[in-house]
């Protein structure tokens, strides 16, 4: 993560003005079987696209809201980066996707039994979205929704 002093001096200046918004904590959910007997997908804040799809829109005022699916079976290395944030350096993620998206490290612990089954369909988000308002009232129950109807037991956050 850059240091605010290495920023822009335009993006500094929006930093401090920003209006930072508070989220009340939500009680976590507790497991109803054992992990190795769960289904688990992977959401992602990298606005990581598969091929044909459409890319996030980086120009969107307030940060593009949508999500897009990846599929279970998918090789992470054809996904490609569609985030806007310029405060941090994008090489890493570009050069191995299992940064922001874990998803053949999933796979592993599939195979050794650590976990009961990687999900068939996974979600990506646009970081840096500034106006979540669309986000929270509208996409997230959608998207939450769509992992229920995998079955999906848990669902990690791999914040980018």
Not at 34 to 56: K, Q, S, Y
Not at 102 to 125: M, Q
């Amino acid at each position: 993560m850059a240091n605010l002093q290495d920023l822009p001096l335009l993006l500094r200046a929006r930093l401090r003005l920003y209006t930072w918004r508070r989220v009340d904590p939500v009680p976590k959910a507790r497991l109803s079987r054992p992990l190795r007997a769960c289904r688990v997908a992977l959401v992602t804040t990298a606005g990581l696209v598969p091929p044909g799809l459409v890319p996030f829109d980086m120009d969107m005022l307030g940060g593009d809201f949508s999500y897009r699916i990846i599929p279970g079976d998918i090789d992470v290395s054809t996904l490609q980066e569609f985030h806007r944030s310029e405060t941090f350096d994008h090489a890493g993620i570009a050069e191995d996707p299992n940064l922001a998206f874990p998803l053949d490290r999933l796979h592993e612990l599939a195979v050794s039994g650590e976990i009961g089954e990687v999900a068939p369909r996974h979600l990506s988000f646009m970081g840096s979205i500034t106006a979540p308002g669309r986000l929270i009232k509208r996409t997230a129950p959608e998207a939450a929704q769509l992992l229920r109807d995998d079955a999906t037991d848990i669902a990690l956050l791999v914040p980018v």
